[in-house]
């Protein structure tokens, strides 16, 4: 009798485990993560504002930087408060706040996924036909890209919710992970998850390969094209404006399809963890720091900002 009624009890919030076998190291995941997080919000908002100020920037490229930008800024906000949270405290969230915070990040992840794709097909086209460049990527066009990327995203992801919040949840309510991830939630399901594993497979399948295998396909094509300029400055830039986009796609997509496509790789919670802090942290701190450290353009963009300020402030004074 008492089983029967734990198994008809549905629960009103979960507890967001995180990181709760090191509680030692707490306090310092604590001060280095708010850290991080602060650099990942000023370094991608520096980005934005730059791309925004500088007319030099107003180029399909850039425009497509400041949304990768604005993206990891809301995508990282999603998780990483919560995860500072665990660290000083029991972090509760509803079962309603948890399924909107797996829907809000999982379809900034995905969108992302698409505008890496097109940033990826941007380069393909600016260095593969660079006369016909300004045409094939107008200003329309871009924008019907970005708006397309951010749309399959939460079109998506949308799917998966709504597969989620059909299943029921008793027992057991604690999550051993830092945010509201698919498969932790799915173990706590007295429902049968099924149809909803099969689904979110199928989708992390099409939805991640598709995207990453267009970005093959334009690097590809793009390391032919450069092979057959002469060496020099022509393809140490190509190459140089490539390298940027690789590092955020490799860390990225990487993690990804270690996670959702071939899960049995990671062979404990704890390794699922720091291979989620990789997509979550680490790769949104690339792009303020790869993009303003090892990109001419925003760097000088960034100077002649500063210095602008640094008048400004000096004539207000004067």
């Not at 399959?152 to 299943?167: R, T």
């Not at 590092?247 to 704890?270: C, D, E, K």
Request: charged share 10%.
């Amino acid at each position: 009798m008492e089983i029967s009624s734990l198994e008809n009890q549905t629960i009103a919030e979960f507890v967001l485990l995180g990181f709760y076998d090191i509680p030692e190291l707490h306090f310092l995941f604590f001060i280095v993560f708010t850290v991080v997080y602060a650099f990942i919000v000023i370094g991608n908002m520096l980005i934005i504002v730059v791309v925004i100020s500088s007319q030099r920037l107003h180029t399909p490229m850039y425009f497509f930087l400041a949304n990768l930008s604005f993206l990891e800024i809301l995508y990282t906000s999603t998780v990483v408060p919560k995860m500072l949270e665990g660290f000083l405290q029991v972090a509760a969230i509803s079962v309603t706040g948890c399924l909107t915070q797996f829907f809000i990040f999982g379809s900034l992840a995905t969108a992302e996924c698409f505008l890496l794709a097109v940033m990826a097909y941007d380069r393909f086209l600016a260095i593969c036909y660079p006369l016909r460049y300004p045409l094939l990527m107008g200003p329309r066009w871009c924008m019907g890209l970005v708006v397309t990327a951010w749309l399959s995203g939460f079109m998506v992801d949308g799917l998966v919710v709504v597969l989620m919040a059909q299943l029921r949840f008793c027992g057991s309510n604690r999550i051993d992970h830092f945010y509201c991830d698919f498969m932790p939630l799915v173990v706590l399901a007295c429902s049968d998850p099924r149809v909803a594993q099969v689904t979110t497979f199928v989708l992390s399948v099409v939805f991640l390969t598709v995207p990453f295998g267009l970005i093959l396909t334009s690097y590809a094509r793009i390391v032919v094209t450069v092979l057959r300029v002469p060496a020099g400055a022509s393809r140490r830039k190509a190459f140089s404006t490539c390298s940027s986009h690789l590092a955020v796609v490799s860390t990225f997509y990487g993690t990804l399809m270690v996670l959702y496509i071939v899960p049995s790789a990671v062979h404990s919670q704890l390794l699922s963890k720091v291979f989620a802090l990789l997509y979550t942290v680490v790769t949104p701190i690339f792009n303020p720091v790869i993009y303003t450290l090892r990109n001419k353009e925003v760097h000088q963009a960034l100077q002649r900002l500063l210095q602008v300020k640094k008048m400004e402030t000096v004539e207000e004074r004067g």
